[in-house]
């Protein structure tokens, strides 16, 4: 069975950083590209990093550009989204979603439990 967790997030103050790993079990990890999303209340899933299979390409939407990074750890089954500069727009449930493919073709095959992320101003 394949299974995703977002977890650690919380509250964060404007400015802030947050690292919030994803866990990922039932599937043959280093052949998935994953993918990070977003859900703020009363808004559409906004879709803001995803990583090839390998860690050899990333996309990062323009909204948090220059701000939040991904990474993965195929040794221990994780990837990682490191948020730094955060602002209170960002406050989002993120979840993590794997791609069969070995680069993100922005369709996911299985979506993972989210994570709250509030940032304060």
């Known amino acids: 069975e394949v299974q995703l967790q977002a977890f650690g997030g919380g509250l964060v103050q404007a400015g802030g950083y947050l690292s919030v790993p994803c866990a990922a079990s039932?599937?043959?990890?280093?052949?998935?590209?994953i993918g990070w999303f977003r859900q703020a209340p009363g808004k559409e899933r906004e879709g803001i990093s995803c990583i090839s299979s390998s860690d050899d390409s990333t996309y990062i939407t323009d909204s948090v550009k220059g701000r939040f990074t991904t990474s993965r750890d195929n040794a221990k089954n994780a990837v990682y989204l490191q948020m730094n500069s955060l602002k209170p727009e960002d406050t989002a449930v993120y979840y993590c979603?794997?791609?069969?493919?070995?680069?993100?073709?922005?369709?996911?095959?299985?979506w993972g439990q989210g994570t709250q992320v509030t940032v304060s101003s």
């Open positions: 039932g599937f043959t990890f280093d052949d998935y590209a």
């Open positions: 979603a794997a791609d069969s493919e070995y680069y993100c073709s922005g369709y996911m095959d299985d």
